[in-house]
C-alpha cells in the first residue's frame, strides 16, 4: 500500500507528548490517530452525533504493524479507506504517512460495528454514514 491506496487524508499534528523516552512517537499514539481520522471522516462527512445521536460504532478489533518512526516535531497524514462495507460494521483500512512520504510509516485496520447507542445492541449502519463510507470504500 502507497499513498495512492487511500481516498482520503487528515493532516494530524505531531505533539511533544506523543514523543516517548526513545525520541520517538509512542506506539499507543498510532492507535489515537487511526480513531482520529476515522471519526473525524464520520462526523464531518457522514453527520456523526458523537453526543447525542442514537447511534454510535464501537471498536470491536485493531491492528498496527510498525514499518519506521515518527517523531515530533512534524506532521502525519493519516489515510483512511473503507476495505469491507457489511450490515452494521466496516473495516477501515490506514495509513500514516510521514510528511512528504509516498509510503507508510504504519498500517492499520479498525473495526467498527455500528450499535444503538442505549442497549449496545448492533443495528445497520445509518443511510448517511454509509454513503459517505461507500465513498472511500477501497
Known sequence: ?????????????????????????????????????????????????????EVIGLCVDSQCTFK???EFPGTVDAGLRAGQLGNSSVRYEIG???????????????VHVFVAREDRRPVPIPDRIRQALEGITG
Do not use: C
Open 1 to 53: 500500500m502507497d499513498r495512492t491506496s487511500f481516498p482520503h487524508f487528515l493532516a494530524i499534528t505531531l505533539r511533544w507528548k506523543d514523543n516517548d523516552v526513545y525520541g520517538h512517537v509512542n506506539n499507543v499514539e498510532y492507535y489515537s490517530f487511526f480513531d482520529t481520522v476515522i471519526n473525524d471522516f464520520l462526523v464531518r462527512a457522514g453527520g456523526l452525533d458523537i453526543h447525542r445521536g
Open 68 to 70: 519506521e518512526s515518527l
Open 96 to 110: 500514516l504517512f510521514r510528511d512528504g512520504s509516498d509510503q507508510p510509516a504504519a498500517t492499520g485496520r479498525f
